[in-house]
Every structure is written in structure tokens, then in C-alpha cells.
């Protein structure tokens, strides 16, 4: 298990899948979680409270990440509250609609962009600053499998943002190395959450089960227990690395 006492964490997109295993692992690991959401106010109450009941401590953000302001507001909000940051998780991020090249307009491709690559890069950078004058702190970003096979139906403008992200935490840990800070990636496959409920289909998911060496989906648990690991020191030496978490289907 790994041992996140007395450190701070803020994880994005943390009300819901994969960002809301992420943050209750962080808090039965023993970190302070700020976490943030955009919609889903509910959820998010209703985490905060059950990671307290649990002798945690935890708190909801309300933020819409592809806006500067509010970033730094919440970054803001979570210092307010725990006095420093030592781990970013930037998760937050989404595939919007699923349409072919033809089909698709420059909007859809610039809303994709920055729910995923302008939300990681200004996490990213409030994180930055806050553990650059410290020199020392961990990010974990969020790609995708998608990233390295070009994306599922109608997903290409997905996958290249996430081919962004990837790019950019290697950019990033090239850049923030010598001040203390180590960046690293996650790329999950197929892993059961609301995502696949809304923009997949059963035949679509047996499909990949099908193909899949290890024969599962993966679970939201499984790609959290990655990313609290190369957020902690055990990763010490690792940098610039996004890691592949699919069960074996794609071998990049
Ligand atoms: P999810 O829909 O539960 O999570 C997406 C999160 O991003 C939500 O919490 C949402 O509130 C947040 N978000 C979206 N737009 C935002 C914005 N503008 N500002 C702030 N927050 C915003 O689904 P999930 O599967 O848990 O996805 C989490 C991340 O994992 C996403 O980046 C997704 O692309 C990535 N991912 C998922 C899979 C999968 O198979 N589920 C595979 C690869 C990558």
C-alpha cells in the first residue's frame, strides 16, 4: 500500500470514474484530497462526506477546468485548505460526440481540445508553480490507449488530444526534472465507467473483451492503484513515462 500521510493531493474530475477512485484511494492512503467537478454537485457532496465519515478529509471543488480563472480559483481553494499541493492527478476529460472526420466541425475538434489538453495544461501549469517553489511534487496525466492507435469510431479528434497530453507530460518532465517535480502519464484501455455506457456500445465492449488477452474490462480501481503508485516516492525515478493499462489489448 502505498503512504500519501501527510501530503496533499488535488485530483480533476474527481466526482466520477476513474477520478473518483483515484480520490478515494489518495484519502485511504492517507492524503488530504481536494478534488473537482463541474456538474455533478451530488456526487461531489456526497464523496466529500463519505471520505470524512471514514476519519478522511476531502474537498469538493466546483470548477469548469477549461477556464483560466476558474483553475486558479480552485487551486486557490485547495492551498486555502491543506496549505500546500504535492500530487496533481489531471484527469478530467471526455470524448464529447463520436463523429468521422467529414462529419465533424471545427468546434467539435477545439471542444475536445480543451477538455482535455486545455484543462490538463492549465492544471498542469497551477500545479507547477505551486511545487516549483518548493521543488519537489508529483503529476500524473491522463491520456489514452486511443493516443497510440489513432481512437475507435468517429474518435480520431479524441485521440490526438490525448496524443497532445502524452506529448506534453513528456515536454513537461523534461522542463520540471531539475526543480524536483516528476510527471508521468496514465493511457487506460477499456475501462467501465460512465464513458463506455455513453459513448460505446455492448457488442462494442464484448468485442474488446474478446480480444483482450487478460479478457476483462478494467476497472476504474485498477487504473487508480497506477496512478497513486507512480505519484508516489516508489516511482522515484520515473519521469516523463505514460503507462499503458489495458490489459494487454495493444501493445505499443
Ligand atoms: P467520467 O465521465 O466519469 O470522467 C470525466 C471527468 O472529467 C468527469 O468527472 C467530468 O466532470 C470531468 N470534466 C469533463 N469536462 C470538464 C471540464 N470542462 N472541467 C472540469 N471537469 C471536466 O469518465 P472516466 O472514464 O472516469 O474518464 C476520466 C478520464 O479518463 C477522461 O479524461 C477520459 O478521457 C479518460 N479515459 C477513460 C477511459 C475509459 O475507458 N473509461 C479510457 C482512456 C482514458
New binding site residues.
Partial sequence: MMDFTGKVALV?????????AATRAFAAAGAKVAF?????GAEANALEKDIKAAGGQALAIK????REDEVEAAFAAAVRAYGTLDVLFA?????LDRKSTAESDPDLWNRTF???VM?TYLACRAAAKIMAEKRSGAIVT?????AMSGGGPGAMH?AAS?GAILTYTRGLANELGPLGIRVNGV??????????VQFNTPEGRRQTVDTTPLRRE?T?EDVANLVLFLASDKASFITGETVQINGGRGMY
Fill in positions: 480533476t474530475g474527481g466526482a466520477s470514474g476513474i477520478g473518483e473537482t467537478y463541474i456538474s455533478s470548477a469548469d477546468l477549461t484527469n478530467a476529460g471526455g470524448i480543451d477538455v482535455n484543462t491522463m491520456s489514452s490507449q486511443a479524441y490525448k493511457a487506460p484501455g477499456l475501462i467501465a465507467t460512465r464513458f463506455h478494467g476504474a
